[in-house]
């Protein structure tokens, strides 16, 4: 018999079980009942893995430098997962799917546990999804957590916000850094990785993120830049070792501590909003509601005027 | 002075007053309580003014053809609104500036209105923002209103769907088609555009529509597919016969008053979704909530729990 029951997943999960691991993070995936259940067994759990995000735009080499730490951790003898956020987008299919396909050269390695996520159809999904997951991956007990994303946009930002040490690619040229920063990604980053860093413009890639920083303001802990050649193994020990040092940091400052409290806010309320738009949704399906639907279209009543009259019959 | 209250802008804008009309349009924008003044006093227009979408990806030639369809309309001595929607994106900001310009071309004609409309932040909001402003566009006896988007993701699918006829732009070559597929723009589209059509490829895209289309149901209505040249005028006039008989057609057919009642109902859930967000958003900032999340970070909690339990709160 096929189990899909979260508790007993869970328990074959903890005893090294894959298969049922998987079962699990598709649980988180599709949402619903069966995920709330999980989340509430797994709540709690995060305080021993480290999570470490990894962004930038497509193309920067993001899977080629996540294999080299990956090595870095393997070669420390840890386990490590890795979840590759994939937010769907008509326009990325494709090369996401190219890069995950390289990262499974680590795929015979049964320390190394890779999985890749996206949802379909609305966007609150991932940013939900993504801690659940890291929790799942920290009741099995894995060390490290890598959560890997493409592109610099908002549900990014919103994604890599559950990591401990948010590492944030460029590559040479001029544009990169300008994005980036756009895209509110210099607030959250903790590391800054020039990759490709043997092609001309490191330099002034570098130059431009000095110039960021020198306009933002930090306690404590100012981003490293580290400058990198991932595909040929050139700098991955300096980035391995400025994201342990950077969990010091937050070890010693409190800081990490203070990280997760917020975390843990932002998070609330993304499910208390989640769960409150079920419920509106199934109080608008109900039929006492049709005749006000009927004065809607009439033009009769206006339609924050009704949601006002809905939220008050909700409210008592 | 300067006027700021949205009824009295509204009696201005209704005189012709194009600043009192942008003015109006930036209330939309921002949101919040004076919108929803707004947005209770133009409740009940729209009946009167036809909505054209236009979409497609960057590069597609959109806002040539708009400029072309803006000409159509002009020679037969009607005024027209145009929204052109930017989703913010780090990636898109640029192209899209350099395309509104060009629509400038117009902006001498008194009886052209441009506007363009952008969110920062929420994704949610353009999706509401967008049929607000075409009511305040109604309100003041536009008879044509032009939204035209950039790109065909689901922002502009729910963006789009304020329109009473959907007009899709694709350009000739392998892809186009497959990408109007997968982000759902098969089923809103009632009108394809192939610009660009003395390009290599025309035929081939053509095809690829038209197995699309094969592979869809339709009621009554077969979205035709119209080969232009936009920056030659070529097929301009026939876009937009092809609009007026579809227009012709919702009336006919009444399929226009189900699709005017659909949209009514998707906004409602919208408005009501914000609202019940707003609401939360006040709860959680409340000081009775404070020992709530002590108990969540220690982990005594988890977080759905915590949340069934402020909406029980709020539910009565």
Known sequence: MVVYDPEQLLVQAKQSNRVALAKLLSIVER????????????????GDTYVVGITGAPGAGKSTLTDGLISQVR??????????????????????????????????DSGVFIRSMATRGHLGGLALAVPDAVRVLSAVKFP???????????????VIGA?????????????????????????????????KADRAGARETRRDIELMLEMSTFEGWIPPIIE???????????????????????ERSGMGQKRRKSRI???LTRIVRAEANRKVD????????????????????????LASELLKVEGG
């Not at 069966?34 to 067994?41: G, V, W």
């Not at 049709?290 to 009769?300: C, F, Q, V, W």
């Open 31 to 46: 949402g619903g009942s069966r995920a709330r259940e999980l989340a509430k067994l797994t709540w709690g759990h995060g």
């Open 75 to 108: 070669s420390r003898s840890r386990e490590v997962a890795i979840i590759a956020v994939d937010p769907t987008s008509p326009f990325s299919g494709g090369a996401i799917l190219g890069d995950r396909v390289r990262m499974q050269e680590h795929a015979t």
């Open 144 to 158: 490290y957590v890598f959560i890997e994303t493409v592109g610099v946009g908002q549900v990014e930002v919103e």
């Open 163 to 195: 990591a401990d040490t948010v590492t944030v690619v460029l590559t040479p040229g001029w544009g990169d850094a300008v994005q980036v920063n756009k895209a509110g990604l210099m607030e959250v980053a903790d590391l800054f990785i020039i990759n």
């Open 228 to 250: 990198t050649v991932a595909t040929e193994g050139k700098g991955m020990g300096e980035v391995f070792e400025a994201i342990e040092s950077h969990r010091e940091y937050l």
């Open 265 to 267: 806010l932002e998070e």
């Open 282 to 305: 199934q109080m608008m399906s109900d039929p006492w509601f049709s005749p006000k639907i009927a004065k809607l279209i009439n033009g009769e009543i206006d339609p924050y005027s």
